[in-house]
């Protein structure tokens, strides 16, 4: 009798743990000895690993998303969902999946539509990557400024409106006012206020964002932190080049 096909079953369960390394896990499945239902097991894994990586590749062509969308493994649909080549008909399907976590992946998709977005943002959870997602209309997002983590999204959000913005310029949290120190869409008026935010962060992502007037950016250069004084310098030197 072999060594592998008379293992107990706990010394079963051990290779199986064992298999999770890749290369232990083929020379398991190469090995004559190994009894077929560790074979018929770490097989299906393996599948699954492929499924997952084709799954999650922006090259993976749509007819084939379209069937991993399906898959009983929620790792496989969790990829799908995340998938900036995912069509957004499938994206409506996996919107509805009993697993919170592909519902996440589906709201921070672009490709999702709005009218999707509206209904992912009833979710708690769910709701702070609606918040995030450039594709999330402007009437939602002013919405879901009420809970402080929500807050966070919708204030590094490029599509929040700019009369949002500068409501959330002067948040109590010092993460909100980050997001909106380096939002593309703040305006330079707002910029000018958060260039004085006593958190050197808040300084640090004005210092870097594209709307913040020259003459803010030569003040910051002076800050008595070094990253912000970085920040400052680097980006009077690229005006100055153009």
């Given amino acids: 009798m072999s060594i592998l096909s008379?293992?107990?079953s706990n010394k079963m369960n051990k290779i199986k743990n064992l298999s999770k390394d890749l290369v232990v896990r083929r020379r398991i499945l190469a090995n004559p000895n190994t009894p077929k239902k560790i074979i018929v097991e770490l097989a299906e894994e393996e599948l699954n690993v492929?499924?997952?990586?084709?799954a999650g590749n922006p090259n993976t062509p749509k007819e084939l998303l379209v069937e991993l969308a399906k898959d009983k493994d929620k790792n496989v649909r969790k990829e799908v969902a995340g998938n900036p080549n995912t069509p957004p008909e499938v994206l409506v399907e996996l919107a509805e999946d009993d697993d919170?976590?592909?519902r996440a992946e589906v709201a921070k998709n672009p490709n999702t539509p709005p009218e999707v977005l509206v209904e992912l943002a009833e979710n708690g959870i769910v709701r702070i990557e609606v918040a995030k997602n450039p594709n999330t209309p402007p009437e939602l997002l002013k919405k879901l400024v009420e809970k402080w983590v929500?807050?966070?999204g919708v204030a590094g959000n490029p599509n929040t409106p700019k009369e949002l913005l500068v409501e959330l310029a002067k948040d109590e949290h010092n993460d909100v006012r980050w997001k909106?120190?380096?939002?593309p869409n703040t305006p330079p008026?707002?910029?000018?206020e958060l260039a004085k935010d006593d958190d050197w962060i808040v300084r640090a992502e004005v210092a870097k964002n594209p709307n913040t007037p020259l003459e803010v950016l030569v003040e910051l250069a002076k800050d008595e932190q070094r990253i912000v004084r970085e920040a400052a310098t680097e980006r009077i030197e690229g005006l100055l080049r153009y």
């Fill in 189 to 192: 008026e707002v910029l000018v």
């Fill in 180 to 183: 909106v120190a380096g939002n």
């Fill in 100 to 102: 919170w976590i592909v």
């Fill in 6 to 8: 008379s293992l107990s």
């Fill in 50 to 54: 492929i499924r997952r990586r084709m």
């Fill in 150 to 152: 929500v807050r966070v």
